[in-house]
């Protein structure tokens, strides 16, 4: 039998000796206990923007410091639909869960947001039981998480006509709103991160009909948002010459296409990125019209920016939908 040499033995002993160090480190580290984190009672993205980039950037930072959170939702006394979806997203993002951060969390206590909450189909973008998933109107609900930086039209279609059936009792996709979902898969490109893992979801579209006859529509990618994409990186080196550097200075350039918001135009779409969004959601029947990037939110209904006070490492796009002025429709 051959013998092993010193050396081997040695590097042998060091692996193995590394190997109980990192067992005895996971036994340590699944023993801790999670910190809690109480949820915003006003669970809204939309409506209270600040502190739900508050919450989950410490939400973030601790999972960053190998930390176990509980999201609690028991107390929470409103609840929206892109809070869900933007919760979703963020239990499903490498970057945001760090390498060995572990997320949980419960329910609302409030029978009618926990009713929002089940039906929403959250429970079918995380770990759960079957009957929680089972729990999902998917006649009434589209949650889709897309792992591709592909614009898939079926799923914008079938957005587009849950909602037009719900709001207007109509069976065709409202065209205005069909091309925004388009340009906003269209974007996610441009907007992703250089670290960005070929198994993580690129999009998130949520379409949600909520009892009053509306609407809503989320749509999230988690990339390096708007203003830190590279096109818009090499228009702000140039306005920084003539003293603008705040990001909301930025707005009107974008909304008007004077800034490219991505590098390359998919000629099966020939679309027009930010500028088109903003002209279609001038539409009467958009009723509310966000986007949230980075450290601004801007209202496309108004064209007013909002400088935030914490930074969104990604883009929400958000409208509402509702019937409006029921003559002229064109649907």
């Known amino acids: 039998m051959k013998r092993q040499s010193k050396s081997y033995k040695l590097r042998r002993r060091h692996r193995l000796e590394n190997r109980r160090r990192g067992l005895v480190a996971q036994r340590e580290w699944e023993r801790k206990a999670y910190v809690e984190l109480e949820v915003p009672k006003n669970f809204s993205f939309i409506d209270n923007t600040n502190e739900i980039l508050e919450y989950f950037i410490k939400c973030k930072s601790l999972l960053h410091n190998k930390e176990k959170v509980q999201c609690d939702l028991s107390h929470i006394t409103a609840l929206s639909s892109d809070a869900i979806a933007l919760l979703a997203a963020c239990a499903n993002d490498e970057s945001f869960l760090g390498k060995r951060g572990r997320i949980r969390g419960n329910a609302p206590a409030d029978p009618e947001l926990l009713r929002l909450f089940i039906e929403s189909g959250f429970y079918n973008h995380v770990k759960a039981t079957k009957v929680l998933k089972s729990a999902h109107k998917s006649d009434t609900n589209l949650f889709h998480q897309e792992s591709n930086y592909q614009v898939q039209s079926d799923i914008a279609k079938n957005a587009c006509i849950l909602g037009t059936k719900h709001v207007f009792g109509s069976n065709k996709p409202f065209p205005d709103l069909y091309e ?105 029947y958009f009723t509310r019209a966000y986007i949230i990037s980075n450290d601004v939110k801007i209202n496309l209904k108004d064209k007013t920016a909002e400088a935030l006070e914490y930074n969104f490492s990604g883009t929400m796009l958000f409208w509402e939908l509702t019937n409006g002025d029921t003559i002229n429709k064109g649907i």
């Open 180 to 284: 925004m979902l388009i340009e906003a898969m269209s974007n996610t490109n441009n907007h992703a991160s250089n670290n960005s893992n070929a198994n993580q979801f690129k999009w998130w579209l949520y379409t949600y009909n909520a009892p009053n006859g509306h609407t809503m529509y989320t749509f999230i990618d988690l990339g390096v948002g708007i203003f830190d994409s590279i096109p818009v990186q090499l228009f702000k080196k140039i306005k920084k010459v003539i003293g603008l550097e705040n990001n909301t200075d930025l707005v009107p350039d974008l909304l008007d296409g004077k800034i490219k918001s991505r590098e390359k135009v998919d000629n099966k779409i020939r679309g027009k990125g930010i500028p088109q969004i903003a002209v279609n959601s001038n539409s009467q």
